[in-house]
Structures are given as C-alpha cells and as structure tokens.
C-alpha cells in the first residue's frame, strides 16, 4: 500500500522526535551535574546515539527510517526509492526533510522537559549547548566540514548497500554502524552526520527558555548541515556504480 503524504510526514517526524528525545537525552544525561549518568563518558554517549537510532527507525519503519536529510538526499541522489511505495520525487523528498526537521526540534524540547530541572542549574552554556547541538573539539571549519563530510558517507553508503546484502539485522545493524562511526570518527566534531540532528535541536534551544543560556554558536552550524549533505550526496553518486563489485 502506498501511504499518503500525512502518513509519510507523521512516520518521519514521529522516528525524528524518538531518535532526538533519546540521543539529546543521553547527552543531558551525561552532562547534567545533578544526574546519575554524570560524566559517564563518550562511550555511553555513543551507544545512547545508537539506541535512539535503533529506537527511532523502528518508529518510522514504514518510511524506511531516515530520520536524517543526507540518507533522504543519498537515496534520491542513488536512484532508490525512499521506501518501498514511496518514490523519490522532488515532492516526497521535501516532505521527508521537513518532518525530520520539524521532529527534531520537538524531539529536543521533549529532552529539555525531561531534565528541565537539571538544565535551570548552574551549569555553562556551552555545556547546556552541548546537549543540544555539536561543536568540534579543534574549530576549523573546513576541516570540520571534512570529518563530517567522511563520516556522513559511511553512514549513507551502507544505508544504499544494505538493502542488497544477505544481512537482516535492519535497524539494529544501524545501531551498530552509528555506533562504530561515533567510536572512531565522533572524536573530532561530536559527528552531527545528520543536519536534522544537528540544526533542529540547535534551533529548539534558541527557542526554550533555559535560563542562562547564550548564543546557539550559529557560525558553526553551516558545518554539520553542509558537510553531511556534502557526504550523503557523494555516496548517492558513487555507491550504485561501486554496487557491482560487491
């Protein structure tokens, strides 16, 4: 059956809000001076991130689950559909990065609520940012932009060649994939590999009112929305011709 252009929108928001509520809300977790994930660490981030992947392309199954601009733009790029009975056409296109926007934000602002205590602490903006948006550790944006762009690829690459591998682990293999791309490429830039994740959380936090926050550091979000639709575009470019080796 062919769903109906509601039905598209509602699956890619409502995966978007679930993936966002939960990797946001790892991050306050691990952030948050009053929580009892308290400077668990990076790993703890990574596999959170995964969980909500996980947790966010079952909720949006039906669409295919990208949940992520660079995946829809990759699958359009390829030549696939976005899913099965939903063509790639400029109109499904749109509609799918609009709700993963639109879910997004709310998928944070959920995440504030959830430790909207914690976030009226004492705590540094940039901290309180963090929980919401990416930053590099080194800020050069270029390079930024680089790290970004590989990782995106990787993300986007398997997404256009599971579909022909034997594998049918589904959204689990995915959990696992962002996990490994936060392990050993994350370092650099907190890996955003996804504008939605990235810029509609950042736009939620300029938006709530968290006391003492500052600027949402918009000089640096052009990075982690350039560079992964820079990577998402590439392996929609090169994978269908590489698929033939494989």
């Not at 509520?21 to 790892?26: I, P």
């Amino acid at each position: 059956m062919t769903p109906t252009t509601g039905q598209i929108f509602l699956s890619e928001f409502f995966g978007t809000a679930v993936l966002i509520l939960f990797g946001a809300g790892v991050c306050a977790g691990v952030t948050m001076k009053r929580s009892k994930a308290n400077s668990s660490g990076w790993i703890v981030i990574t596999f959170g991130w995964g969980l909500a992947v996980f947790m966010g392309v079952y909720a949006a199954y039906a669409t295919g689950g990208h949940l992520n601009p660079a995946v829809t733009v990759g699958k359009w790029i390829a030549g696939q559909d976005l899913a099965a009975n939903v063509p790639a056409t400029a109109t499904n296109v749109t509609i799918y990065i609009i709700a993963q926007m639109l879910g997004a934000m709310v998928g944070a602002a959920c995440a504030w609520l959830a430790y909207k205590k914690q976030f009226d602490d004492d705590l540094p903006a940039a901290s309180k940012l963090g929980c919401f948006a990416t930053a590099p550790e080194i800020r050069s944006y270029g390079w930024n932009c680089v790290t970004e762009a590989i990782a995106t690829f990787v993300l986007v690459a398997w997404c256009l060649y599971a579909g022909k591998s034997p594998s049918e682990l589904g959204p689990l293999a995915v959990a696992f994939v962002i996990v490994a791309i936060g392990l050993s490429l994350g370092g650099p830039t907190g890996y955003a590999i996804n504008p939605a994740r990235d810029l509609g959380p950042r736009l939620a936090y300029a938006i709530l009112p968290i006391p003492g926050k500052k600027g949402a550091d918009w000089g640096y979000a052009w990075v982690p929305v350039v560079g992964p639709m820079i990577g998402g575009a590439a392996a929609g470019l090169l994978i269908p011709h590489m698929a033939g080796l494989f």
